[in-house]
């Protein structure tokens, strides 16, 4: 192979290199923020099953209120 063909290829391999290392430090902090990521994803979803058990407790008092002033169909 020429000398050229070789700086070429060598030049190419460098370029890969520094792409690699910047990738990599990507993932790691990535993989930092993920548990702050999912720690937020565990508190929402807790917030909306409370929030979804407050609803239903609201539903079933309207539902009591509505039968004692005889608003309901049926």
Do not use: C
Not at 13 to 22: A, K
Not at 24 to 50: C, I, L, N, W
């Amino acid at each position: 192979m020429n000398e050229k063909v070789e700086n070429l290829i060598l030049e190419h391999l460098r370029i890969m290199r520094t792409d690699i290392s910047s990738l990599k430090e990507e993932m790691v902090g990535m993989r930092s923020e993920m548990p702050a990521m999912k720690q937020y994803m565990a508190g929402f979803m807790t917030d909306e099953a409370r929030q979804d058990g407050e609803i239903a407790e609201l539903k079933l008092r309207l539902d009591r209120i509505e039968k004692r002033l005889e608003l309901t169909e049926g």
